[in-house]
């Protein structure tokens, strides 16, 4: 996210750039659309291309600033440019920052907070999205080990055009361009970023790379350069008859932000482009007067926009630190405190650092703003390096404590609404009462979702079921797969498991897996022509980098991860069927983490069941597949369940004679949890 420059008297005289209170109602939509996004309820899964919208209207008004000033004067001052976008930016970006590492020794977990130095470093020098690109991590992955830090990524991809934009315009002027000419040049750069998009092969790059970013930005650019003057006029134009079509491309953006997700495939195609066309007639219609405009002209949309910048450096912190793990509330009702503490931090923000510098001329010129933040960012690494240390000497002393709640919602469907006694996991106990009840989170396809189910209907109070199972979804976050009959499907729709498990963790005993057959066909990642087949190796490398993101959520918490055995299915045309040999190859998968981890194990029933294609087994699996409603409720209840609570109470057992489970949570090394 980044922050448009207000429009004040002094840029006005200075730039001849209007002030369009469209253009802010624009921006109030696009924060509300990431803040959405970033709440993780789901209702806007493709809410973050607000971000692209702010790179659109960011280049536009930039370019206008400096196209003008250009005209006006003959020339760009870099220096007085520069000092500005410290001056407007720094403070309140270096004010979090530092607020973050402040806290992050209290609120932040272990594998959160031994990065965040380094988050911080990036985020204040506007380099976080390299950082991120070379550390692997992608947007997708936000949810699994959120930074407090992640979402500075687009400020920093920003800051960098910022230097560069002005050196271009300015050499291109010296060079006896004009507005057309240079705008020409700003749509060859556009179609340069586009091809760098379309050839890449990394999502890292496609997502957070400066050069792959840039051509949303420098659209914009180009639409200042080339009808600046244009747009201008038509502001002060009355409304057209046809005006009221001006809506359209405004519902596409939040249509698009409804249906597409991060993983959607045409993010990573070079689409971007094209949305961000999208975001340019959207602009054009936000000071155009109409039905847009006025909608987007209401004072509560103004001034969600004119605040959008602190909104956006606040809103993440709050969301990962207030989360389900510190407030056990609804999903919607936790948003709804997440949305009013950003705001009442944001109001803080605006009124004690960003106007008094605004107004009163604070860090006015360039050396001083350059001198504070220098000052700053020192400030900063000293911090983040006595409070983390210190921090990793901790010893939690927390006295145990037993919590008493009901299972959660899931993000797909709650299946058993009974209390249940869980521990909690901020003080993990050492010795194992095996006669208590228990809670699980099932994350998996149609299979996991069949015995959560009959998990639940044969419980009788002793265990408490999430369901995360989906239909056709396997267990990696990917854009397609492929079956055995070479049939393509799109699974862009399914959930990201390693999110599932964070977001529940905090309120299950284990995480149980069932796999059937959904994560034995190929696969393709989004944006991706390459299919990942079932016995290759990549297929396997990413299955255990899977299991390793599981784990690196839930051992900080002593947390195991039971694996349900995948069965042989029937051979019917008429459903998907099981290839054996893919099934023997999943089935070795999840017999290496079972000897590999000590907080991973088997879960067998296969022997329970009959041949699939006997009489028997039709009669057990109608389609081949799912146990038949009463049939499964009987083999829960006698074989599912009873084998269920004895495996994980072994695991713990395992965990904590090999000192994979401790009351020192927070010094746990997750490495312990491997068998040596």
């Not at 510098?357 to 001198?371: C, F, N, Y």
């Not at 900080?556 to 893919?582: H, K, M, Q, S, Y």
Request: with cysteine; charged share 20%; net charge negative.
């Amino acid at each position: 996210m980044i922050y448009l420059l207000p429009v004040t008297e002094e840029t006005q005289q200075r730039a001849s750039l209007a002030h369009h209170r469209g253009l802010d109602g624009l921006r109030g939509v696009a924060v509300i659309l990431v803040i959405i996004y970033h709440s993780g309820l789901n209702w806007l899964p493709g809410g973050f291309l607000g971000v692209s919208v702010f790179f659109t209207l960011s280049g536009f008004l930039i370019t206008s600033l400096l196209i003008n000033e250009c005209e006006n004067t003959g020339r760009i001052n870099l220096k007085a440019f520069w000092g500005r976008r410290l001056r407007r930016l720094a403070p309140a970006s270096l004010v979090v920052i530092a607020g973050v590492v402040g806290l992050a020794s209290w609120l932040s977990t272990s594998v959160e907070a031994s990065r965040i130095k380094g988050d911080a470093i990036s985020a204040a020098l506007y380099f976080s999205n390299w950082r991120f690109i070379y550390s692997g991590h992608s947007y997708g992955e936000l949810f699994a080990t959120p930074s407090p830090l992640q979402h500075l990524w687009s400020l920093s991809i920003e800051e960098q055009l910022y230097v560069v934009v002005p050196l271009l315009i300015a050499g291109l002027f010296a060079l006896g361009l004009r507005r057309r000419g240079i705008g020409l040049v700003m749509l060859v750069a556009v179609a340069g970023s586009t091809i760098v998009t379309v050839f890449a092969n990394s999502h890292e790059q496609i997502y957070y790379g400066t050069h792959a970013r840039a051509a949303e930005l420098l659209l914009g650019s180009g639409l200042a350069c080339l009808f600046g003057r244009r747009i201008e006029r038509l502001a002060v134009q009355k409304a057209k008859p046809w005006s009221t079509l001006n809506i359209v491309p405004l519902v596409g953006v939040i249509a698009l932000a409804r249906f597409s997700s991060v993983d959607s495939s045409w993010v990573y195609s070079g689409a971007l482009t094209l949305f961000a066309g999208l975001s340019v007639v959207c602009l054009i219609a936000a000071v155009q007067a109409g039905l847009v405009k006025s909608f987007l002209s209401l004072p509560l949309l103004v001034r969600v926009g004119e605040v959008s910048y602190g909104l956006y450096l606040i809103h993440w912190p709050v969301i990962v630190w207030l989360n389900s793990d510190r407030l056990d509330l609804r999903p919607t009702a936790l948003f709804v405190v997440q949305v009013v503490v950003t705001v009442l931090l944001t109001v803080l923000s605006y009124w004690l650092i960003e106007q008094p510098i605004r107004q009163r001329k604070v860090l006015l010129s360039a050396p001083w703003a350059l001198s504070t933040f220098v000052a700053t960012l020192v400030g900063i690494v000293v911090l983040a390096s006595a409070i983390l240390a210190s921090a990793s000497s901790e010893v939690d002393t927390t006295p145990e404590v037993l919590v008493t709640i009901a299972p959660t919602t899931s993000v797909i469907e709650s299946l058993s609404a009974s209390s249940t006694t869980i521990v909690d996991h901020a003080a993990v106990p050492i010795r194992v009462d095996r006669t208590g009840p228990l809670s699980v989170l099932v994350i998996g396809d149609s299979t996991a979702e069949n015995i959560a189910t009959a998990l639940a209907q044969a419980s009788d109070g002793s265990l408490g079921v999430i369901s995360g199972g989906v239909l056709g979804c396997p267990l990696l976050k990917v854009a397609h797969v492929r079956d055995r009959k070479d049939s393509q499907q799109d699974v862009s729709y399914c959930p990201n498991n390693e999110r599932l498990v964070h977001d529940h963790a905090s309120k299950v005993d284990a995480i149980v897996i069932v796999a059937g057959v959904a994560n034995q066909w190929a696969y393709q990642y989004a944006g991706s022509d390459v299919w990942v087949e079932p016995d290759s190796d990549q297929y396997k490398a990413d299955l255990d980098k899977f299991l390793e993101d599981i784990e690196a959520i839930v051992a900080p918490r002593g947390l195991p991860v039971l694996v349900f055995e995948t069965p042989p299915v029937r051979d019917n045309p008429e459903i998907l069927g099981d290839d054996i040999a893919a099934l023997v190859r999943w089935a070795g998968v999840i017999n290496e983490w079972d000897s590999n981890w000590h907080s991973v194990k088997m879960v067998p029933y296969a022997d329970t069941l009959s041949d699939p294609n006997s009489d028997e087994g039709k009669a057990e699996r109608p389609d081949g597949v799912h146990l038949a409603e009463d049939f499964r409720r009987e083999l829960a209840r006698v074989i599912l369940i009873p084998r269920l609570r004895d495996k994980y109470f072994d695991t713990l057992d395992e965990m904590n004679q090999n000192g994979c489970r401790s009351v020192d949570t927070k010094s746990l090394d997750i490495e312990l949890c491997r068998v040596a």
